[in-house]
T-cell receptor, first 114, second 114 residues
């Protein structure tokens, strides 16, 4: 049973619209991540957070922004969606226990911008 | 450059047969290697995690091996089932950062036919 939840699962939206992808986890993990994945390709890290009020950009340049006001919540926002943003977005979190850290993914949001 | 390469890119087998998926990596310094199963349109689910000192780990019909000297890993699936149809992703973590940076392969797309 998933302890990290993403909504919506699917989203089709018009160009220029503002959207927020939601991600919440109930495990109390401090570290959270957003990945972008295109079909048949590897996951690319676009944002991560070490904890509340901590956000950093990942390896893949993204026009999205994130916030971390609460430990359990890590939403991703696109101010003006474009067709190039069409992709699957995966949220993940990891614990602070002894290495190797547990790493849990959400089910993803499939975004289509038309 | 830290990389993770998987082979084959895709594989079709008949139900009940065994198969082996390969992963080669150049990530250094090595921390751990994970195998994930990702169903279409879903997030990855962890199958195994192996550290430097482990050379084999099983999870039901899934058995992963690790050769840290040659930087190779394999995932062996025994008595395949239709539900094994998915993408299998090899993920390697380094020891060089507090983030516990993950490097993802592109996955092997496995299809099990009845």
């Amino acid at each position: 049973e998933a302890d990290i939840y993403q909504t919506p699962r699917y989203l089709v939206i018009g160009t220029g619209k503002k959207i927020t992808l939601e991600c919440s986890q109930t495990m109390g993990h401090d570290k959270m991540y957003w990945y972008q994945q295109d079909p048949g390709m590897e996951l690319h890290l676009i944002h991560y957070s070490y904890g509340v009020n901590s956000t950093e950009k990942g390896d893949l340049s993204s026009e999205s922004t994130v916030s971390r006001i609460r430990t359990e919540h890590f939403p991703l926002t696109l101010e003006s969606a474009r067709p190039s943003h069409t992709s699957q977005y995966l949220c993940a979190s990891s614990d602070q226990g002894s290495a190797p850290y547990g790493y849990t993914f959400g089910s993803g949001t499939r975004l289509t911008v038309v | 450059k830290n990389q993770v390469e998987q082979s084959p890119q895709s594989l079709i087998i008949l139900e009940g047969k065994n198969c082996t998926l390969q992963c080669n990596y150049t990530v250094s310094p090595f921390s751990n290697l994970r195998w994930y199963k990702q169903d279409t349109g879903r997030g990855p689910v962890s199958l195994t995690i192996m550290t430097f000192s482990e050379n084999t780990k099983s999870n039901g019909r899934y058995t992963a091996t690790l050769d840290a000297d040659t930087k190779q890993s394999s995932l062996h699936i025994t008595a395949s089932q239709l539900s094994d149809s998915a993408s299998y992703i090899c993920v390697v973590s380094d020891r060089g950062s507090t983030l516990g940076r993950l490097y993802f392969g592109r996955g092997t797309q496995l299809t099990v036919w009845p």
